[in-house]
């Protein structure tokens, strides 16, 4: 029989145990939140090679509903044709797109100009918005002295006018090279994940206890259907917004239509505010040609609001997702604040993943109602 001192030793041993692996996980919680954060930019870019290869299968299983070919071929012939869409778009439209990315970045400009001035003259303050020098004025309000033709710049003027181009140059380029490796990094990882999706999920399965497998196949197969019908869905009403917005421009007479739908349909990937921020460029670009150019606009981009949130959403996502608007808002903000665009335009992926998880363990009956049936 045991007594009462080896029944409070026995107390005090699982004390010290429960507080041991209680520390433990907090530390270990603590040290995943630094890593995700020091690191976010990589897992987001790793997420979004997993979302392409995620698109690429679901469109080459749709295509497998229409002609029996191995995957393999399939996922060949759905990449050979968004290549060729692509290169197809670059080349007929490569000098329209340059010449309209050039006159709306101009037209936007002087907008935003034009706004900063209304403001101004209606006592509200702007001084928050830097929109670059408006003129060549000194800062008491006086014009800039005039520099004489033919005077020779100093050494020291040139040297520090070398080094700032210098600067500017290398940014430029190490912006540039950091783009288009991270755009090779995310078609690399979809493609590998897309032509063996098996072998990936085989081997994330792996890392599962044996108790939990079968939970955990569960999970990850209902993950991976719910996010290729949000794909699927989401790419028809990216081309629907693309297509709706750029012939209703066209039908206005705005000359930057075909750049401007084009953002309208990229921006379409992000709910709620990329359509505000898409509308917003879209009216600005638009009353560069008069107000009735720019009301126009106003009420093609309600339309295309309404058509996007009331028709597409309802009828194409309503077995994808099922969140409602303002958590997925206040989550956006929240992703966005935390970690930038990167947080903004991945945030419904991620939160479609943890409502999935969140579903299947209020769906899974407790031990306890396990126990008293």
């Given at each position: 029989?045991?007594?009462?001192?080896?029944?409070?030793?026995?107390?005090?041993?699982?004390?010290?145990?429960?507080?041991?692996?209680?520390?433990?996980?907090?530390?270990?919680?603590?040290?995943?939140?630094?890593?995700?954060?020091?690191?976010a930019a990589t897992l987001f870019l790793l997420f979004s090679g997993m979302l392409l290869g995620v698109a690429l299968n679901a469109m080459s299983n749709l295509l497998g509903r229409v002609v029996r070919l191995p995957h393999a071929l399939r996922l060949t012939t759905v990449c050979l044709v968004v290549a060729g869409l692509l290169s197809g778009i670059v080349f007929l439209g490569g000098t329209t797109i340059a010449q309209q990315t050039t006159a709306l970045s101009k037209t936007l400009k002087s907008q935003l100009v034009n706004v900063k001035g209304f403001l101004d003259q209606n006592g509200i303050d702007t001084s928050f918005f830097d929109f670059?020098?408006?003129?060549?004025?000194?800062?008491?309000?006086?014009?800039?002295?005039?520099?004489?033709?033919?005077?020779?710049?100093?050494?020291?003027?040139?040297?520090?006018?070398?080094?700032?181009?210098?600067?500017?140059?290398?940014?430029?380029?190490?912006?540039?090279?950091?783009?288009?490796?991270?755009?090779?990094?995310?078609?690399?990882?979809?493609?590998?994940?897309?032509?063996?999706?098996?072998?990936?999920?085989?081997?994330?399965?792996?890392?599962?206890?044996?108790?939990?497998?079968?939970?955990?196949?569960?999970?990850?197969?209902?993950?991976?259907?719910?996010?290729?019908?949000?794909?699927?869905?989401?790419?028809?009403?990216?081309?629907?917004?693309?297509?709706?917005?750029?012939?209703?421009?066209?039908?206005?007479?705005?000359?930057?239509?075909?750049?401007?739908?084009?953002?309208?349909?990229?921006?379409?990937?992000?709910?709620?505010?990329?359509?505000?921020?898409?509308?917003?460029?879209?009216?600005?670009?638009?009353?560069?040609?008069?107000?009735?150019?720019?009301?126009?606009?106003?009420?093609?981009?309600?339309?295309?609001?309404?058509?996007?949130?009331?028709?597409?959403?309802?009828?194409?996502?309503?077995?994808?997702?099922?969140?409602?608007?303002?958590?997925?808002?206040?989550?956006?903000?929240?992703?966005?604040?935390?970690?930038?665009?990167?947080?903004?335009?991945?945030?419904?992926?991620?939160?479609?993943?943890?409502?999935?998880?969140?579903?299947?363990?209020?769906?899974?009956?407790?031990?306890?109602?396990?126990?008293?049936?």
């Amino acid at each position: 029989m045991t007594g009462p001192a080896d029944n409070r030793l026995q107390a005090r041993t699982d004390l010290a145990w429960a507080i041991s692996v209680g520390g433990i996980g907090v530390v270990l919680f603590a040290a995943l939140l630094a890593f995700t954060w020091h690191f976010a930019a990589t897992l987001f870019l790793l997420f979004s090679g997993m979302l392409l290869g995620v698109a690429l299968n679901a469109m080459s299983n749709l295509l497998g509903r229409v002609v029996r070919l191995p995957h393999a071929l399939r996922l060949t012939t759905v990449c050979l044709v968004v290549a060729g869409l692509l290169s197809g778009i670059v080349f007929l439209g490569g000098t329209t797109i340059a010449q309209q990315t050039t006159a709306l970045s101009k037209t936007l400009k002087s907008q935003l100009v034009n706004v900063k001035g209304f403001l101004d003259q209606n006592g509200i303050d702007t001084s928050f918005f830097d929109f670059g020098t408006l003129s060549s004025t000194s800062d008491d309000g006086a014009p800039a002295p005039a520099t004489t033709p033919h005077a020779l710049p100093s050494a020291g003027t040139i040297a520090a006018s070398g080094g700032a181009i210098f600067s500017q140059s290398l940014k430029l380029i190490l912006g540039t090279a950091s783009a288009v490796g991270n755009f090779f990094i995310v078609l690399f990882l979809g493609i590998a994940f897309a032509t063996q999706p098996g072998v990936y999920r085989d081997g994330l399965l792996f890392m599962a206890p044996d108790r939990h497998r079968t939970r955990a196949i569960m999970i990850v197969d209902r993950i991976g259907e719910t996010l290729e019908r949000w794909l699927i869905a989401q790419i028809i009403t990216m081309v629907a917004v693309f297509l709706v917005t750029w012939i209703g421009l066209s039908i206005i007479g705005i000359q930057s239509s075909f750049i401007l739908g084009i953002q309208a349909g990229l921006l379409a990937f992000i709910p709620t505010v990329g359509a505000i921020l898409g509308g917003l460029i879209v009216v600005l670009a638009s009353l560069a040609s008069g107000w009735v150019a720019g009301f126009s606009a106003f009420i093609l981009f309600l339309g295309v609001h309404a058509l996007e949130s009331y028709v597409l959403t309802p009828i194409i996502q309503r077995q994808a997702l099922d969140i409602p608007p303002a958590t997925l808002f206040a989550f956006q903000i929240l992703l966005g604040v935390v970690f930038g665009i990167w947080g903004l335009a991945l945030a419904l992926p991620l939160m479609a993943i943890a409502k999935v998880m969140i579903d299947h363990f209020k769906a899974e009956p407790s031990p306890v109602a396990i126990a008293a049936g």
